[in-house]
């Protein structure tokens, strides 16, 4: 395994389901990032770990809630989700923490709430 | 409101022709200027990063910075196909310290036609 691994790839679910999504990067880097990208929309930065502590909540909503585990591993937990959270969720890793501008990312995880 | 623009094209160029994308910033604090590269379905891509104002060259690829002019583009020599893309401008306050919101702009569409 090599780079930024992201599961599922897709994903449908119900507003009433709980479901995860999980990211794995293989880089050696410090920081983690999850994005949300919406058609037509720039990427939206959503939460940061740096060394395992949350830098950054960007006013997401409470039905979203990140976990990091180790530096290698970063999850998403959804919950209660609404429709206009169908997105493509990205994940992506920087070498150190305060160069937040060269990211390397997932492919992404495309989720479909109905 | 800190914001990055870009023309959402599509930018159509012929073949071995010289692409040129623009991206204009509102925050004069901003050091630190990327350029990702996103083909269809796919994860953003990290192509080229600038600091210093002038040119910085990549192979084909050129990256230009005015920060009077609050404008960085992205020149690309010899145009092919294979650089059918959307280009994404992202912009950071900081040059390497703690600030993790990376700005993105909408992305420019760029086809390269055969």
């Known amino acids: 395994e090599t780079g930024v691994t992201q599961t599922p790839r897709h994903l449908v679910m119900g507003m009433t389901n709980k479901k995860s999504l999980k990211c794995e990067q293989h880089l050696g880097h410090n920081a983690m990032y999850w994005y949300k990208q919406s058609a037509k929309k720039p990427l939206e930065l959503m939460f940061v770990?740096?060394?395992?502590?949350?830098?950054e909540n960007n006013s997401v909503p409470s039905r979203f809630s990140p976990e990091c585990p180790n530096s290698s591993h970063l999850f998403l937990h959804l919950h209660t989700l609404q429709p206009e959270d169908s997105a493509l969720y990205l994940c992506?890793?920087?070498?150190?923490?305060?160069?937040?501008?060269?990211?390397?990312f997932g492919e992404g995880s495309r989720l479909t709430v109905l | 409101q800190k914001e990055v623009e870009q023309n959402s094209g599509p930018l159509s160029v012929p073949e071995g022709a010289i692409a040129s994308l623009n991206c204009t910033y509102s925050d004069r604090g901003s050091q630190s200027f990327f350029w990702y590269r996103q083909y269809s379905g796919k994860s953003p891509e990290l192509i080229m990063s600038i600091y210093s104002n002038g040119d910085k060259e990549d192979g084909r690829f050129t990256a230009q910075l005015n920060k009077a002019s609050q404008y960085v583009s992205l020149l690309i020599r010899d145009s092919q196909p294979s650089d059918s893309a959307t280009y994404l401008c992202?912009?950071?306050?900081?040059?390497?310290?703690?600030?993790?919101?990376?700005?993105f702009g909408k992305g420019t569409l760029l086809t390269v036609n055969p």
């Open positions: 992202a912009v950071n306050r900081d040059s390497g310290g703690s600030n993790y919101k990376l700005t």
């Open positions: 992506a890793s920087s070498l150190r923490p305060g160069v937040a501008g060269e990211l390397f």
């Open positions: 770990y740096s060394l395992e502590e949350r830098v």
